[in-house]
């Protein structure tokens, strides 16, 4: 459900004036990318989002579950998941589109990612691509796309922004999986579907860090929406496309500088590091994550190797990674960066 964000994403775009020349999505980012592709204003998209409820996804396969037990495919029944694609999904192929749609998925038998909508792979049904993209294994069922047999991109890449680089000059990345992967207390008590989500989410965001942290493809504007835990709470759509449209916002400030830049990951921000030495246990996981900025010293204490740093909302993770909060990042201020022809400092 906090993929509904891209909804309030998809508004400040459309305030903007920005329209992408192609979308790329994963799960319910590709679901969006695809209604919207086939022409649903966002208004009916909101309207939609906020009207949905448990019962209209969320059914149990309990014949399945009785009969099949360890072997039924899924939780969940299969249907919900196909109606609600069916509803909001464009019909027809990927070359029927108005404009170019990749959706993620993962080959559960070959056990490799499929771009649906690449060259050579646009003459599936685009509802079929869209279902098996949102097909969360165990959760909901396989789904048959062409002759393959796939399951939820998120599996391998939850955000599909190296594919989609290879034909735009700058790309709008929009990362709702990993933002509020913050401490949280009791999660026994979450129950085994968001113990899993929980898991899942600290896997994901684990796999997209590497190629964001080193992106050498065209200038990026990655947003992050703070959309709280719950990935199954229908109770706050409504608070969470607000908040897709706030982070959104915020990040599309600089936009028209970004373009004359030759790569990186924006916006950026600059931090001032430090660590507390008395709450440092000179474990050495800071070094060893980020050996570039952090380092230890005689003692083994954690010091940083520059006090300034330029970030991204890409950077900075091993900060959190502390297990006893030893180092801090302060914000300092925004960097703007100078567009072609311009002289002065931002």
């Known amino acids: 459900m906090k993929g509904f964000a891209h909804i309030g994403v998809m508004q400040a775009l459309d305030e903007r004036g920005i329209e992408p020349t192609l ?3 994963t799960s319910i980012g590709a679901m969006l990318a695809a209604a919207r592709v086939g022409g649903m204003p966002i208004s009916e998209l909101s309207a939609r989002a906020q009207t949905i ?6 059914r149990i396969n309990h014949f399945g579950m009785l009969m099949d037990r360890m072997r039924s495919p899924s939780i969940y029944l299969e249907d919900p998941l196909r109606d609600l694609t069916h509803s909001v999904v464009p019909r027809g192929t990927f070359e029927d589109l108005p404009l170019p749609l990749l959706v993620n998925t993962v080959d559960l038998e070959r056990g490799a990612p499929v771009i649906w909508g690449s060259p050579g792979l646009r003459d599936v049904y685009v509802q ?3 279902y098996a993209s949102c097909a969360l294994p165990g959760y909901f069922p396989p789904g048959r796309v062409g002759d393959r047999l796939c399951v939820d991109g998120g599996v391998i890449d939850n955000l599909p922004v190296g594919i989609a680089a290879l034909d735009a000059d700058l790309i709008i990345a929009v990362d ?3 933002t509020d992967l913050r401490p949280i207390q009791d999660a026994m008590s979450l129950g085994f579907a968001n113990i899993y989500m929980r898991a899942a989410t600290t896997m ?4 997209q860090q590497f190629p964001l942290t080193h992106w050498n493809g065209p200038p990026m504007v990655l947003i ?3 959309c709280g835990e719950d990935w199954l709470s229908f109770t706050n759509i409504g608070d969470t496309i607000r908040e897709g449209h706030r982070a959104a916002c915020k990040a599309l400030e600089d936009i028209d500088a970004y373009f004359d830049q030759p790569g990186g990951v924006y916006p950026r921000r600059r931090f001032e590091l430090e660590v507390d030495r008395e709450r440092c246990i000179s474990c050495g996981l800071c070094a060893a ?4 900025l952090m380092g230890l010293d005689a003692e083994r204490k954690a010091y940083p190797r520059t006090r300034t740093v330029d970030w991204s909302p890409a950077d900075g993770d091993f900060v959190a990674y502390c297990p006893t909060n030893a180092i801090i990042a302060r914000k300092i201020d925004r960097i703007v960066p100078l567009k072609s022809g311009e002289r002065g400092a931002a």
Do not use: E, I, K
Not at 53 to 58: A, I, V
């Open 23 to 25: 979308y790329a999505g």
């Open 53 to 58: 409820r448990r019962r209209d996804l969320f």
């Open 128 to 130: 079929d691509a869209v």
């Open 176 to 178: 709702v999986g990993s």
């Open 204 to 207: 994901m965001h684990a796999l």
């Open 224 to 226: 992050r929406p703070r």
């Open 289 to 292: 994550l980020a050996p570039s």
